[in-house]
C-alpha cells in the first residue's frame, strides 16, 4: 500500500503562485509514475503532470506547459507542484496519485491505483 498526502492548496489572485506538496509513504514507489489531476465542479477529472520517481522525467498537459513545474525529493519521498501564472481556469480540487503503468497510459487517471484526499486550489480574477 501507498499513501499520498497532498498540502499547499489555497485561494490566490490570478497571476500569483502556489507549490502543492504530495509526500508519500508506505510500499516503495521507485517505479512508479507520481502524477497530478485535478477535477473542477461538474468537469471529468483531468491530467495535469507527472514525474517518474526513478528517472525524474516528467510530462505536462498542455494547459499547464511553461507554468506549472513538477519535481521530487527522493530524501523526503515528497513530489511538488510549482504553479506559477495561475489563471481562475486553474480552479479544482487537485489529486497527487501514484501508480505503475506504461507511459502510453500515464496520463489516465485509471492507471493510478493510490491517490491521496485532494487539495482545494482557488484562484480568483
Known amino acids: 500500500q501507498v499513501q499520498l498526502v497532498e498540502s499547499g492548496g489555497g485561494l490566490v489572485q490570478a497571476g500569483g503562485s502556489l507549490r502543492l506538496s504530495c509526500a508519500a509513504s508506505?510500499?516503495?514507489?521507485?517505479?512508479?509514475?507520481m502524477g497530478w489531476f485535478r477535477q473542477a465542479p461538474g468537469k471529468e477529472r483531468e491530467f495535469v503532470a507527472l514525474?517518474?520517481?526513478?528517472?525524474?522525467?516528467?510530462y505536462y498537459a498542455d494547459a499547464v506547459k511553461g507554468r506549472f513545474t513538477i519535481s521530487r525529493d527522493n530524501a523526503k519521498n515528497t513530489v511538488l507542484l510549482q504553479m506559477n501564472s495561475l489563471r481562475p481556469e486553474d480552479t479544482a480540487v487537485y489529486y497527487c496519485?501514484?501508480?505503475?503503468?506504461?507511459?502510453?497510459?500515464?496520463?489516465?487517471?485509471?492507471?493510478?491505483?493510490?491517490w491521496g484526499q485532494g487539495t482545494q486550489v482557488s484562484v480568483s480574477s
Open positions: 496519485a501514484a501508480g505503475d503503468m506504461a507511459p502510453a497510459t500515464q496520463t489516465q487517471a485509471r492507471r493510478y491505483g493510490y
Open positions: 508506505g510500499r516503495t514507489v521507485s517505479s512508479y509514475a
Open positions: 514525474i517518474r520517481w526513478s528517472s525524474g522525467s516528467t
